[in-house]
């Protein structure tokens, strides 16, 4: 699998916008990346998927880089509720494999 | 609809003693996963189930763990003679599909095992 580096984690104010960094240099053509968030004491949750276009769901957004060797995910306006895990995980198109998490970006959203 | 359910919800077990985890997954999703989760770690992946079959058993730590599914819906996990380093949340995840990869997973809420 290729690998997706995260920052150990971030701190928002409540009410501003949040961007989640994550590089995928080694990406493959085939690769598409998907976001998922751990609240505490749940299982992850999906939050959005793409493979080179920018994509927008009811949750967040999710920018790729034209070289896709990078992809950013955005919560337009975090709340309290934003406070989770959040894991970029790169998953092959033709390979059916599971899912290969990572530590994931720790997000502390202050009031 | 339903989503996936775990039970138990906890489990607190002695060292020595085999316990059975049960995952319920949605239903009509043909793909099943198995993940832990220890104290403070990231998901680890255990072993996957394409209706009954299970194509990748590479994640399983040891042959104290197994894994069934029958009628291509319901899964157990059992570990036998437990240790205390099997100590964690096991989780469990379906998708509709697993062979096309953009299948979003959905998680049931774990099993939170204590050993001791």
């Known amino acids: ?111 | 609809g339903a989503g996936v359910s775990q039970s138990p919800s906890n489990k607190v077990t002695e060292k020595g003693k085999d316990v059975e985890l049960r995952c319920d997954p949605i239903s009509g999703h043909t793909a099943l996963y198995w993940y832990r989760q220890s104290l403070g770690q990231g998901l680890e992946f255990l072993i996957y189930f394409q209706g009954n079959s299970a194509p990748d058993k590479s994640g399983l730590p040891s042959d104290r763990f197994s894994a069934e599914r029958t009628g291509g819906s319901v899964s157990t996990l059992t570990i036998q003679r437990t240790q205390q380093e099997d100590s964690a949340v096991y989780l469990c995840a379906s998708s509709l599909n697993q062979v096309r990869t953009q299948e979003t997973q959905y998680f049931g809420p774990g099993t939170r095992l204590l050993v001791l």
């Open chain 1, 1 to 111: 699998d290729a690998k997706t580096t995260q920052p150990n984690s971030m701190e928002s104010n409540e009410e501003e916008p949040v961007h989640l960094p994550c590089n995928h240099s080694t990406i493959s053509g085939t690769d598409y990346i998907h976001w998922y968030r751990q609240l505490p004491s749940q299982g992850p949750e999906y939050v959005i998927h793409g493979l080179t276009s920018n994509v927008n769901n009811r949750m967040a957004s999710l920018a790729i880089a034209e070289d896709r060797k990078s992809s950013t995910l955005i919560l337009h306006r975090a709340t309290l509720r934003d406070a989770a895990v959040y894991y970029c995980i790169l998953r092959d198109d033709n390979y059916g494999q599971n899912f290969v998490f990572g530590p994931g970006t720790r997000l502390s959203v202050l009031p």
